[in-house]
């Protein structure tokens, strides 16, 4: 049996960092997917083809205790993490172990906060359930993802996972024992460039700085924090009125509140600046921040913002937002979810 599954990318619209410390954020699911080919084998033989993951061309077999590598290039664990503990956690919670050929097709750049991690993670698991005979429910896969995260990163937030899983736009909140997503419906579409310079620092080691000036400057995080809530549900109100001007507006706010955490870079100011002096009604850092992508809101001047953006060196991605969550389906085409 072989089976395929997709899972889109993200754009953290508000509140990244933020929402690790309970406070909500806005996301959306993007049309660039990361797609897991699974196929059942004979054997308990588990291997893993990541092509276009972070080292090109990774092939990687576990015989038993034994792990055979395929390749001539550096740095492969990062890259395999988070398939290799997907299927490790999946397996547990459906009390299989079975031997399967993963391999993994990703539309996006990996490392650059369009939530790569996560749409690998969540496709894995819908894939490797499926190739096994299960239907998991987006929430369920939902929930294992964000397990995943946590094994991989050390500390992550449902938002990756839940938005990847789940599609569409999305409020979340999470506190200790519970998850609080809002589907939104928002009217027409959000004109967004993604812009990307590269990373300079990886994720956990973001969320980790975070922590540590948490601890150290309690009185300060914990305020920014908390502005930055509040120009989520502020940002909430304006999205679904199609207040652009505003929401451009609220977008330079929590920039300026993500460069006081410490998690923005010159290049990525110099994108941002870049984005609002072509004509941007906003622009921010998305995601974690230490490199990787800017949004731009571009109501009018798109072509303007996009070739001034290129010009400072960002490559640019334009996408629809909005897009589908996981999908399970056979290679034949028919649909098991």
Not at 97 to 118: D, Q, W
Request: proline residues 3%; hydrophobic residues 45%.
């Amino acid at each position: 049996m072989k089976v395929m599954a997709s899972a889109p990318g993200k754009v953290t619209l508000f509140g990244e960092h933020a929402v690790v410390y309970g406070h909500p954020a806005l996301v959306v699911a993007i049309e660039k997917r990361v797609k897991a080919i699974a196929e059942s084998r004979n054997d308990d033989v588990i291997k893993i083809s990541a092509r276009d993951l972070r080292v090109p061309g990774i092939v990687i077999s576990y015989i038993g205790n034994e792990v055979v590598l395929e390749t001539d290039y550096g740095m492969v664990l990062p890259a395999i993490a988070y398939i290799n503990k997907a299927i490790e956690l999946t397996a547990k919670e459906l009390g299989v172990k079975r031997g399967v050929n993963v391999e993994i097709k990703s539309e996006m750049p990996v490392g650059a906060g369009l939530g790569t991690s996560a749409a690998v993670a969540v496709s894995t698991i819908a894939s490797y359930a499926a190739v096994n005979g299960y239907s998991l429910s987006r929430e369920e896969i939902a929930r294992l993802g964000w397990e995943v995260e946590k094994e991989v990163q050390g500390i992550a937030s449902p938002m990756d996972t839940s938005i990847t899983s789940l599609g569409g736009y999305l409020k979340i909140k999470y506190g200790s024992n519970s998850v609080e997503r809002i589907q939104l419906k928002v009217e027409g579409e959000l004109p967004l460039i993604i812009g990307y310079v590269e990373r300079e620092a990886k994720t956990k080691d973001m969320v980790a700085m975070v922590r540590e000036r948490m601890q150290k400057y309690p009185e300060i995080y914990e305020g920014i924090m908390k502005m930055i809530g509040h120009v989520v549900e502020r940002a909430e109100a304006s999205l679904l009125r199609g207040e652009l001007k505003e929401l451009g507006f609220l977008m330079n706010i929590n920039h300026s509140l993500l460069d006081a955490l410490g998690v923005s870079t010159r290049r990525l100011n110099e994108l941002v600046h870049v984005a609002r002096d072509s004509g941007a009604y906003g622009a921010k850092l998305t995601g974690a921040g230490g490199g990787g992508c800017v949004i731009a809101l571009v109501p009018e001047k798109g072509e303007i913002v996009e070739t001034a953006m290129k010009l400072h060196g960002s490559m640019v991605l334009r996408t629809k937002l909005g897009a589908d969550g996981v999908k399970v389906e056979e290679v034949d085409g028919k649909r098991l979810d």
